[in-house]
Structure formats: structure tokens, C-alpha cells
């Protein structure tokens, strides 16, 4: 714009524009018009609207220039639609290009993650088929053998052997129900819905404190009131049972379970002391996975498993670890 002055030869040639004088009292005056977009009352109205300014772009392809020149100010407005559509052309063949781009890799991704995620799918589908037929499998011959033990005590009396497999009996009773209850979870997922996990938790602890008074595990519980989470209360309660049955297991002589708000989370813990050496203990959330000081060596290893599924639907963390002669699990929803 530097040599488009108001007298310049070139211009009525080379460009499309309009160039207006005002004087110190901001009088217009037309000193060239080379543009057709424009009728000169619209011209004169935009160079008094720009008076004020010095330069920039107005309308999207309108350059404009304010400067002095003796007593005078000159507004000069410069066509470039011109010389920007090439521009406009290719930013728009670019983004046309883009967004081409963008729609395969997103097909691709599609199809790539469809063939790498379908067998886990299917794979996990299976699991909970071979674990509902398993139910079904081990149930009969427990029925049968509960049965044929009864008849050997009514027959022969009760002794040290019968008394050892009804033990059994129920232990595999036990194992079987929660069997069932890890193949239907997904299937059987309930409605989400306002919580009292107050209430679920001094349940959980309150069904299962005569269970810790047997083994001689002292047990406490510091709940907060009123905590609600928007889950499915079935599962909910299924994670309070596990985490107190966990420490069953687990715990030597003391178990504490809270229930907190902290830093706008809900947080869930078990605490109990541990023989167990400091560490990272995350993996007792794997299915199968059994920490070596477990006090009752006939669980399978699913109880976490199955809480870190409920924990992950309710898009929740879980998490385990070993300090200072402590064993923690924290959820946090």
C-alpha cells in the first residue's frame, strides 16, 4: 500500500479501489473511485467509519490504509479479492483434502479396531458362558455328595469325616454362587440410579462382623453419612461385601473400612495389617491372583476382579498397596 498514493497512475489498472479526502472539520472528499462493489454513498460511509484507524482488512477481502498528507487525511480501500482467491482456493482444497484424509484414517481405525477388539469381545463372552456352565457342572455333584453325607449321618452318625465334607460342601456351595455371580454381571447390569452408600456400607460391615469376631480380627468402621453415588445398588453392595471379605483373608489381627468424600470424589478403603513387604499390590485386582499371606487358601482369586469390573462400569479407579506393614485398597468413584 506504501506507493498506493491518491495520485499513483498505476492504479486505475491494476486495481479495484476508492480513495477519499477529509480536511480538519472531517469533510469527505471523493478523490478516485475504481470499484463497482460499492456505490459512493456506501464508499464514503465505510472511509468515515475508518477515519480512526490506520490499517487492517474489513469484509474479508477489503484492505484499507489511513494516512496524512499535508492538512489532509486519506482513506484508501483496496479490492484484493483478486489477488486472495488463489489463496482461498487452496485453503479450501486443503481443507477439502483434510477432511478426506481425516474420514479414511477414521475408517480405517474403524475396521483395524473392529478385527483387534471383536476376539477380546468374543473371548470375554466365552469366559462368562464357561463360568455359568461351570456353575451349573459343580452344582449337581455338590447337591449329590451334600445329600449322600446326610444319609451317612443319619445311617452311621456324624463324624470327623462327614463334618470335614459338609465343610467342603459349602465352601464349593459358596464358590459356585459367586461364579454365578461373575458370568451374568454385564448382562444383569441394573439401572443407575441415586445411591446411599452410607447406608450399603454399615450393612456390609454389620452382616459380616460376627464372621471377624470368629476369626478374632478386630474390625472398625468410620463412614461418613449421606454419601450418594449414582450407580447400580445391587453391584454397589456386592463391592462392600468383597472388599470386607478380602480382609478376611488378608488381615492378621485389625481391618478399617471408610467411607469418605475427598477433594469431590467418593473414596472407598479397607486398611489392615500385613505380612506382606512394601510394594505395589494392584495386581490383587486380576482374576486368579492370590496374595501369598492369604489366611483362607480356597478362594479363586475372582472377589477384586469382579469389584474392579463393577468399579470400572461405574467409571470409577481402584487401586492396592503395601506400607509400612499395611495393606490398603482404595476405590474411588
Request: glycine share 6%.
Given at each position: 500500500m506504501e506507493d498506493l498514493g491518491p495520485n499513483s497512475p498505476e492504479l486505475a489498472f491494476s486495481a479495484r479501489y476508492f480513495t477519499y479526502r477529509f480536511d480538519k472539520e472531517g469533510n469527505a472528499e471523493e478523490v478516485s473511485f475504481h470499484v463497482s462493489a460499492f456505490s459512493k454513498e456506501e464508499a464514503e460511509a465505510l472511509a468515515t467509519g475508518l477515519l480512526k484507524e490506520k490499517t487492517g482488512w474489513t469484509g474479508g477481502?477489503?484492505?484499507?490504509?489511513?494516512?496524512?498528507?499535508?492538512?489532509?487525511?486519506?482513506?484508501?480501500?483496496?479490492?484484493?479479492?483478486?489477488?486472495?482467491?488463489?489463496?482461498?482456493?487452496?485453503?479450501?482444497?486443503?481443507?477439502?483434502?483434510?477432511?478426506?484424509?481425516?474420514?479414511?484414517?477414521?475408517?480405517f481405525l474403524t475396521y483395524v479396531s473392529g478385527k483387534l477388539f471383536r476376539p477380546l469381545e468374543e473371548a470375554d463372552r466365552k469366559q462368562k458362558q464357561f463360568l455359568a456352565k461351570a456353575r451349573k457342572e459343580f452344582q449337581i455333584p455338590l447337591t449329590v455328595i451334600g445329600a449322600n453325607t446326610e444319609l451317612m449321618e443319619k445311617e452311621y452318625g456324624t463324624g470327623e469325616y462327614t463334618q470335614t465334607?459338609?465343610?467342603?460342601?459349602?465352601?464349593?456351595?459358596?464358590?459356585?454362587?459367586r461364579l454365578e455371580g461373575f458370568s451374568v454381571f454385564k448382562e444383569k447390569e441394573g439401572e443407575k440410579v441415586n445411591c446411599d452408600l452410607s447406608m450399603i456400607s454399615?450393612?456390609?460391615?454389620?452382616?459380616?462382623?460376627?464372621?471377624?469376631?470368629?476369626?478374632k480380627i478386630g474390625?472398625?468402621?468410620?463412614?461418613?453419612?449421606?454419601?450418594?453415588?449414582?450407580?447400580?445398588?445391587?453391584?454397589?453392595?456386592?463391592v462392600a461385601a468383597e472388599l470386607l471379605e478380602n480382609g478376611l483373608k488378608y488381615s492378621i489381627s485389625r481391618?478399617?473400612?471408610?467411607?469418605?468424600?475427598?477433594?469431590?470424589?467418593?473414596?472407598?478403603?479397607t486398611m489392615n495389617d500385613t505380612t506382606l513387604p512394601d510394594q505395589n499390590a494392584e495386581a490383587a485386582f486380576d482374576r486368579f491372583s492370590k496374595l501369598e499371606n492369604a489366611s483362607d487358601g480356597d478362594g479363586m482369586g475372582l472377589?477384586?476382579?469382579?469389584?474392579?469390573?463393577?468399579?470400572?462400569?461405574?467409571?470409577?479407579?481402584?487401586?492396592?498397596?503395601?506400607?509400612?506393614?499395611?495393606?490398603?485398597?482404595?476405590?474411588?468413584?
Open positions: 477481502i477489503y484492505r484499507y490504509r489511513v494516512y496524512k498528507s499535508g492538512d489532509y487525511r486519506y482513506v484508501t480501500v483496496l479490492d484484493q479479492g483478486r489477488e486472495m482467491l488463489p489463496a482461498y482456493r487452496t485453503l479450501i482444497i486443503s481443507m477439502i483434502g483434510e477432511g478426506t484424509f481425516l474420514i479414511i484414517c477414521f475408517g465334607i459338609r465343610r467342603q460342601v459349602k465352601k464349593m456351595s459358596a464358590l459356585t454362587k454399615n450393612a456390609a460391615v454389620e452382616a459380616c462382623r460376627s464372621r471377624y469376631e470368629e476369626r474390625l472398625t468402621a468410620e463412614i461418613e453419612e449421606e454419601v450418594l453415588v449414582k450407580g447400580d445398588e445391587e453391584a454397589l453392595q456386592k481391618l478399617c473400612f471408610q467411607l469418605k468424600r475427598e477433594e469431590g470424589h467418593v473414596v472407598l478403603r472377589g477384586l476382579s469382579y469389584v474392579k469390573d463393577i468399579v470400572k462400569e461405574h467409571n470409577g479407579r481402584v487401586s492396592a498397596i503395601v506400607k509400612d506393614k499395611t495393606f490398603e485398597l482404595r476405590i474411588t468413584l
